[in-house]
């Protein structure tokens, strides 16, 4: 059967093509049927731009695919198969852009509650990003937060770190339309890092500087004044995927001699099997994010695009990805819509 998927093809190409889906579903796989796939925008931006340091894809070798956090309904199972059956709600993780996604059983995990939107499912997996960087902080209740960059994965982390605890919750970007997102998201006191004495207020809003950082930008200056703004002994969590080692920090002054602890918080810096206290299994962390959902302890449905876009216009879309930093912060393609 033909079916269709998004594909890099080269360097800021995108294209909607066909792909075969094999009449056996081979043991341990599962094959669902894609409603929604939603896209991660810095992630997306690098591996379409062949930027550095994208995991595991090669340097200039395409094509590519992307698209690892979607949802959708089981068509087939292999033998071998517990934990769905056909028929289910389900979120993928680590599958990509596709009309079906052919997975093995351990991505695929079922959504019981009813009330949780295929639209709020496909975004669960992205978001369980933010929490594994907020559990290696170890943060405790009343704790000061700090949250560098407001895209994405920024907004994720102001909402789960309220849902977590901490006070105040301090979120900064550059971007205007992202600070006023950050306060609708829960957090406590937004900034501009390019404004004066932007540090210095943290630290006197928070007695001296933040105990726990999420950094999320990626970028050298971000982390520079991410550390700027820590207490002593405080943890930063490194969140934002580093697409460039020129970083300058005086380590003496800002890591070394306030003991900062820094963390790498890179999703797939986790556990396969057995969660623990600050390290969850992937599997686990979506299952966290399910349950905040269904005991309303955290809200995605304000956040969902009312119209999402149909694959057939990959391409316009990830022009906007590349080129326009203020693009939304969630866009998702409906894939009913081919």
């Known amino acids: 059967m033909k079916a269709k998927r998004i594909v890099f093809t080269a360097p800021c190409t995108a294209e909607l093509l066909d792909f075969e889906i094999p009449d056996e579903i081979p043991a341990g796989k599962v094959l669902v049927k894609t409603e929604i796939s939603t896209v991660s925008p810095g992630t997306e931006r690098a591996v379409i731009s062949d930027a550095p340091n994208c995991g595991g894809y090669k340097d200039h070798v395409f094509p590519r695919r992307s698209g690892y956090s979607s949802a959708g309904y089981v068509v087939k199972v292999g033998s071998a198969i517990k934990s769905v059956k056909e028929g289910d709600r389900v979120i993928v993780f680590w ?34 990003f933010s929490p594994a960087a907020i559990r290696k902080c170890r943060l405790e209740i009343g704790e000061s937060a700090l949250v ?12 789960l770190l309220r849902a977590a605890g901490a006070a105040p ?12 997102e950050a306060l609708d998201n829960g957090a406590d006191y937004v900034f501009d890092p390019t404004e004066e004495g932007f540090a210095d207020k943290v630290k006197a ?23 700027d703004c820590m207490a002593r002994y405080g943890r930063v969590a490194l969140l934002g995927c580093t697409r460039d080692k020129n970083f300058t920090i005086d380590y003496y002054q800002k890591v070394h001699s306030p003991g900062i602890t820094l963390i790498g918080a890179h999703t797939r810096a986790r556990p396969e099997v057995d969660s623990a206290p600050g390290w969850f299994t992937q599997r686990d962390d979506i299952k966290s994010v399910l349950n905040l959902l269904s005991c309303h302890r955290i809200d995605f449905k304000h956040i969902i695009p009312k119209d999402p876009y149909s694959p057939a216009d990959c391409q316009s879309v990830y022009d906007k990805v590349i080129n326009d930093r203020s693009f939304p912060t969630l866009a998702q393609y409906n894939w009913t819509k081919i």
């Open 95 to 128: 599958g990509s852009h596709s009309q079906y996604n052919l997975v093995p059983e351990y991505n695929v995990v079922k959504i019981e509650d009813d009330n949780i939107s295929l639209e709020e499912a496909a975004v669960a997996f992205i978001s369980t």
């Open 205 to 227: 809003l928070t007695g001296g500087g933040v105990k726990v950082g999420i950094e999320v930008t990626g970028v050298g200056a971000g982390l520079d004044e991410t550390l």
């Open 148 to 159: 560098m960059g407001c895209g994405l994965l920024g907004q994720f982390a102001v909402r």
């Open 169 to 180: 919750i301090i979120a900064v970007d550059m971007i205007e339309s992202r600070r006023k």
